[in-house]
């Protein structure tokens, strides 16, 4: 439901510290609440049960705690779980928890749709509705760790930016998300467990980079020659290959940090010789990671996965030239969580 008030959450601890002070109370009141909203994820104020009951009506009075709801839970043959998650504008996103034998990664979204436009990809369809505010992108991970601990008896042990939308069209969001992630007052995740997966957008790499960040950077890469990227991923034209490939040379030079790019081999898109050459041409800069994942058609049949030669061909030429390369088969395909497949569908 709508409101005019306003989200506290929106709010630092040092607002909520002055807000309790302009109030007359103490501004330690303040980080309680805070511990509440991020810490406990109180829903309601009634759950502070520390704070007096004027305190809370005055909470009450004054805000609202805005906060995602999982409409719907999805679990695939394989353990995937996808959640479909309602926003308090009664809009939807996606969120996906990937178990293995030693890990959870929780696979959340950035934006109500994506402001890209990947022809491959059916998040595209939906266009760009909104961004995520940083508790949204928070409570999509609080709410697959309560899964992972229900679940598989363990803590969510990764997460990456690879839902729906373009994590670094919602830059400054899903940084503040990623702070309250990793600090205390929060879930307290290492960063090098965080990846941002990014379509490639190199203004904002070298603003990652600047920002001195402390997680991992992921590309989709899925083709290193122009002509083909910009048929796939049309804002490459303006993006184009040599200012995507400067900036993660700017991005190496300032981290040291390994870059990992995702890349999909379709049939008779990529699935050459040449093709994979021009992977090895792009990326051998600096230590790289080529993650080949397996691809899941959406409705139209324009993309297709490409036969398992032609992933060898790849795998050969990367490898020879000292490039790390896994070949990741999709998970959760049945109920539509797989990379690519996230559109709201149910
Ligand atoms: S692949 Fe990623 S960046 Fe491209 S349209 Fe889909 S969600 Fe957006």
Excluded at 14 to 19: G, P, V, Y
Aim: with cysteine; charged share 25%; hydrophobic share 35%.
């Amino acid at each position: 439901m709508k409101s005019d008030k306003k989200d506290i959450r929106a709010l630092t601890k040092e607002q909520l510290r002055d807000f309790f002070v302009s109030q007359g109370d103490k501004s330690f009141r303040g980080n309680q609440v805070y511990e509440w909203l991020w810490q406990k994820s109180a829903y309601s104020f009634e759950a502070m049960t520390n704070l007096s009951k004027e305190t809370r009506k005055m909470l009450e009075d004054n805000f609202v705690i805005n906060h995602i709801k999982v409409d719907l839970m999805q679990r695939s043959n394989d353990g995937t779980i996808k959640n479909a998650v309602r926003l308090h504008d009664d809009l939807v996103v996606e969120s996906v928890l990937i178990p293995t034998k030693t890990r959870t990664t929780a696979c959340v979204s950035s934006q109500v749709g994506c402001s890209l436009d990947c022809k491959f990809c059916a998040t595209a369809r939906l266009k760009r509705m909104r961004n995520l505010n940083p508790d949204e992108i928070y409570d999509q991970v609080v709410a697959i760790d309560n899964e992972s601990k229900l679940y598989f008896g363990r803590r969510l042990s990764n997460i990456v930016f690879m839902g729906m939308g373009e994590p670094l069209m919602n830059y400054n969001n899903v940084l503040k998300a990623i702070d309250k992630i990793t600090s205390d007052e929060g879930l307290g995740m290492s960063p090098k467990r965080i990846t941002v997966s990014t379509s490639g957008v190199p203004k904002m790499i070298r603003k990652m980079a600047d920002d001195e960040v402390k997680f991992k950077l992921a590309v989709s890469l899925h083709s290193a020659i122009d002509e083909v990227r910009t048929s796939i991923m049309p804002f490459n034209a303006k993006f184009t290959l040599a200012d995507l490939r400067s900036s993660l040379v700017y991005w190496y030079e300032k981290t040291k940090s390994r870059i990992t790019y995702e890349y999909v081999v379709w049939k008779g898109i990529n699935d050459t010789q040449e093709a994979a050459n021009a992977l090895v041409d792009f990326c051998r800069f600096a230590p790289s990671k080529v993650n080949l994942i397996e691809y899941n058609p959406i409705d139209d049949g324009d993309f297709k996965q490409a036969p398992d030669s032609a992933i060898q061909i790849y795998v050969n030429t990367l490898e020879r030239n000292g490039i790390t390369v896994t070949v990741r088969r999709s998970r959760g395909k049945d109920i539509d969580a797989a990379c690519g497949q996230l559109a709201n569908k149910q």
